[in-house]
């Protein structure tokens, strides 16, 4: 679809369920990374994966990255296709996202889960840290090749047909070859400056997270992750009252990937165990000045 000018591409399983469930995927990602549980999660809900802007099929124009824009845009994408309340679940950088479309548009939100999310926390790997240092942009090009990348993915190919693959190392070679294209990594460079520098994470939603408490919230982490440290999990699940913490064992930072199946359970179990909406009656204002006070 076309929103603002710029095309938004995005799939979509199961439209007509009653209930709608929106999946956002991390930087450098796209909606391919929910390929393995998008159908099963089809079957008893309408639901829709986005490439943000910037990533994937979507445009890729010199505007705004925040995570503001971003969340106001998802406003807008679910206007369009007449959805008026969704389950986020966002990944990553994504998790960042389905944070602050919860916190600027909460009325659209029936329930937040966060999968390895961003925002939680100073600490990230060295490598995101390392491209996020000033000037880096430049050296990028030499660092992700097109020529390389190709021949990187007719190697992967090859043997992923002789049954040969790593779920894991799949998605970090996809996210990889995203970035041979020169649009991609201005995207790509803009988007997580916005939420990185040299020092770590410059984006930390705790002190609005009791805001979460409002609605039903699941948090899931891979034990193994190496990108965000599940203590991020951990600390969020004590700052959200009922929130539900999910730490799968011997999975990384993709579990949706490295083991759908696991992921997929612990998400239905979550959906068909929780009502969608508020849990309070409670309006904002009293909320906030409650948990000032």
Excluded at 47 to 63: F, N, Q, R, T, Y
């Amino acid at each position: 679809m076309s929103i603002h000018g710029h095309a938004v591409g995005y799939r979509r399983v199961g439209e007509g369920n009653a209930e709608a469930v929106l999946l956002l995927h991390g930087l450098a990602g796209s909606s391919k990374t929910w390929d393995a549980v998008i159908h099963t999660l089809g079957t008893t809900h309408d639901v829709i994966a986005p490439d943000l802007l910037g990533h994937g099929e979507s445009a890729k124009p010199m505007g705004d990255y925040s995570l503001g824009a971003f969340a106001s845009g998802l406003r807008d994408f679910l206007a369009v296709l007449d959805v008026s309340s969704v389950t986020i679940v966002g990944h990553s950088f994504g998790g960042g996202v389905a944070m602050q479309l919860a916190y600027q548009h909460p009325h659209v939100v029936d329930r937040l889960v966060l999968v390895g999310s961003g925002g939680l926390g100073r600490e990230v790997s060295w490598l995101l840290r390392m491209l996020s240092l000033p000037g880096f942009e430049y050296v990028m090009p030499f660092g992700f090749p097109k020529p390389m990348v190709e021949a990187g993915t007719s190697v992967g190919r090859f043997f992923g047909r002789r049954g040969l693959r790593s779920q894991k190392l799949g998605e970090m070679w996809r996210a990889y070859s995203s970035l041979a294209g020169a649009s991609n990594r201005t995207a790509f460079v803009r988007t997580m400056r916005g939420v990185i520098e040299p020092g770590g994470q410059t984006v930390d939603a705790r002190d609005r997270l009791y805001l979460a408490a409002r609605v039903p919230t699941l948090i899931v982490w891979g034990d193994r992750d190496a990108i965000i440290p599940v203590e991020h999990g951990q600390r969020a699940h004590e700052l959200i009252e009922s929130s539900r913490l999910e730490i799968i064992e011997g999975l990384g930072h993709f579990p949706h990937v490295e083991d759908p199946d696991r992921f997929v359970a612990v998400l239905t179990g979550f959906l068909d165990t929780t009502t969608a909406g508020p849990i309070g009656p409670e309006p904002l204002r009293d909320v906030i000045l409650g948990h000032i006070s």
